[in-house]
Structures are given as structure tokens and as C-alpha cells.
């Protein structure tokens, strides 16, 4: 089975930095992707780690480590467009279905 | 970057009738979509993997009479809501895989249903 968690909700001030924790539990793994989703809008791709580390891109970056089970997404220089719902989902082995955690709704405030 | 098409984005219907909402890959050939539906609040719920050319895939729960799913060709899945109650309002949203872009999954833009 999969068991994904993820803080339901972060609130930051604009110009500040996040970071989204996501715990899994599931049977197997074949890396983690982390999504963001605004009101109303389907989920567009923000990153893919496969192996152990820190993966940067601009603003966002996304951390990984298997043997704990655990990754974490870090918004910086947060603008008011980054306020949206983050999922992480987990990418299982010979598979190609995602289970997606319930996402993390991030406000960012003035 | 991969481009996936959804229609209708919204259809308000009635409780009784049947909606089909369509998932296009438009610039690759998509041998397995997905389709979820999302409730207010809610993360992605997978309903059913659809893989061209042959019957799709549900998952434990999800009524396969009920939400008929087509793949006929490489670039469209259908989902047919049948007999719509209002319990089925929800945003449902697919997502194709391109089997020469590795594991990621491209979303469509969803679609809205409202069953009054």
C-alpha cells in the first residue's frame, strides 16, 4: 500500500522561503514528483528525483532521501503567484500510476 | 513540452444523463492515460489507467459500468459518466504518459462537471 503525508497547509510572507515536507511509506519505490496545482487549474510539473539529493531549479528545489522516506520541496524569494496546492506523488516500481499525497495549500501573504 | 487537451473544461447536466469528456495528447502518441477526479480540497484520486487498444484498468472501488472509459487511438482516451447524480460532480482531470519522455505525466487542464 502507499502512505504519503504532507502538511496541509503553510502560510509565508512574500519574499520569504517555504519548504513542504513529504513522508511515504510505500511498496516499492521508483522516484517522487512534486506538482503544483492552483484553484481550478490540473497539476503542472515542477520536479523528479530518482536518486538521493538536492536538485535545484530557479527558485524551486526538491530534496530527496530514500532511506528515510522522505523528501521536501523549498520555495524561495516566495511570490503571491506561488500561493497554490503542492502535491508530492510517489512513483512505484513497474508502474506507471502516481499516488499522490493530499497536497499542502501554501498561502503567501504581503 | 507535451501538450494535453481536455473537453469540455466545464458541462453542467442533468441527474440521469450520461457526459462524455475527452483527453487528447496533441503533439505525442499516448500509449496509457489516466483519469482522476478531484473533489473540493481534495488531492488526485486515480479512477482507471487506460491503455489503447484494450480495456482500461480501474481502481478498487470505482464503478466500471458506471465510467466508461474509450481509448481507441494513441492520442484519445474518452470518459463517459453514465446515468450522472449529483454525488458526481467533481473536477475530473487526465493525464497521458508519452512512453519516450520517461515517467513523467502530462495533465490535461480538467474538466468541471456539475450534476443538478
Known amino acids: 500500500g502507499q502512505n504519503i503525508d504532507q502538511p496541509t497547509e503553510m502560510t509565508a510572507t512574500e519574499g520569504a522561503i517555504v519548504q513542504i515536507n513529504c513522508t511515504y511509506q510505500?511498496?516499492?519505490?521508483?522516484?517522487l514528483f512534486w506538482y503544483q496545482q492552483h484553484a481550478g487549474e490540473a497539476p503542472t510539473f515542477l520536479s523528479y528525483?530518482?536518486?538521493?539529493g538536492l536538485e535545484e531549479k530557479g527558485r524551486f528545489s526538491s530534496f530527496l532521501s530514500r532511506s528515510k522516506g522522505y523528501s521536501y520541496l523549498l520555495l524561495k524569494e516566495l511570490q503571491m503567484k506561488d500561493s497554490a496546492s503542492y502535491l508530492c506523488?510517489?512513483?512505484?516500481?513497474?508502474?506507471?500510476?502516481?499516488?499522490f499525497g493530499a497536497g499542502t495549500t501554501v498561502t503567501v501573504r504581503a | 513540452g507535451a501538450v494535453v487537451s481536455q473537453h469540455p473544461s466545464w458541462v453542467i447536466c442533468k441527474s440521469g444523463t450520461s457526459v462524455k469528456i475527452e483527453c487528447r495528447s496533441l503533439?505525442?502518441?499516448?500509449?496509457?492515460m489516466f483519469w482522476y477526479r478531484q473533489f473540493p480540497k481534495q488531492s488526485l484520486m486515480l479512477m482507471a489507467t487506460s491503455n489503447e487498444g484494450s480495456k482500461a484498468t480501474y481502481e478498487q472501488g470505482v464503478e466500471k459500468d458506471k465510467f466508461l472509459i474509450n481509448h481507441a487511438s494513441l492520442t484519445l482516451s474518452t470518459l463517459t459518466v453514465t446515468s450522472a447524480h449529483p454525488e458526481d460532480s467533481s473536477f475530473y482531470i487526465c493525464?497521458?504518459?508519452?512512453?519516450?519522455?520517461?515517467?513523467?505525466?502530462?495533465f490535461g487542464p480538467g474538466t468541471r462537471l456539475t450534476v443538478t
Open positions: 506523488a510517489v512513483l512505484p516500481p513497474n508502474d506507471y500510476k502516481l499516488s
Open positions: 510505500t511498496s516499492g519505490f521508483n522516484g
Open positions: 503533439d505525442f502518441q499516448a500509449t496509457t
Open positions: 528525483n530518482v536518486l538521493d
Open positions: 493525464s497521458a504518459r508519452d512512453p519516450l519522455s520517461g515517467y513523467e505525466q502530462y
